[in-house]
């Protein structure tokens, strides 16, 4: 079954694809693909590739608006000064601690994290974060 050009133009059309798109996809040189509109008939595995071409863009389309709904900022905000949050991280630099994970390790009384805190920072800017990372 041989299908029109016509037809395969429309397709690319409808679904904002340039021939130049589909060539690069399919690896068909771009002027075989254009060849195409001359003789107005395209090969019937064009159009199988055209068609897995479009589902797969449809897919893509759908799972990045899936990750967009799902993506949640989860940080909360602390009532850290910056200047207290420059000192919280520079105590866990190297570490993949985040200010969220230090803040639950406080709540959940994490020795290793109040520890860290206890013997990086002096005594009343560590009781000013702990009080209000305990109580966030």
Not at 6 to 23: C, R, V
Not at 96 to 118: C, E, P, V
Request: no cysteine; net charge positive.
């Amino acid at each position: 079954m041989e299908v029109s050009n016509t037809i395969f133009e429309k397709l690319l059309a409808n679904n904002n694809l340039k021939k130049s798109d589909f060539a690069e996809y399919s690896k068909i040189p771009y002027n075989t693909v254009a060849g195409w509109k001359k003789t107005n008939k395209v090969p019937p595995y064009a159009m199988v590739i055209l068609k897995d071409m479009i589902y797969r863009k449809k897919l893509e389309l759908q799972a990045e608006q899936d990750l967009r709904r799902s993506y949640v900022v989860s940080r909360v905000d602390y009532l850290l000064t910056s200047n207290e949050e420059k000192k919280l991280k520079s105590v866990f630099w190297g570490t993949n601690y985040t200010i969220d994970d230090i803040a639950s390790g406080i709540q959940n009384n994490s020795q290793n994290i109040i520890k860290r805190i206890k013997e990086n920072l002096p005594l009343d800017m560590r009781t000013q974060i702990i009080g209000k990372l305990t109580h966030a």
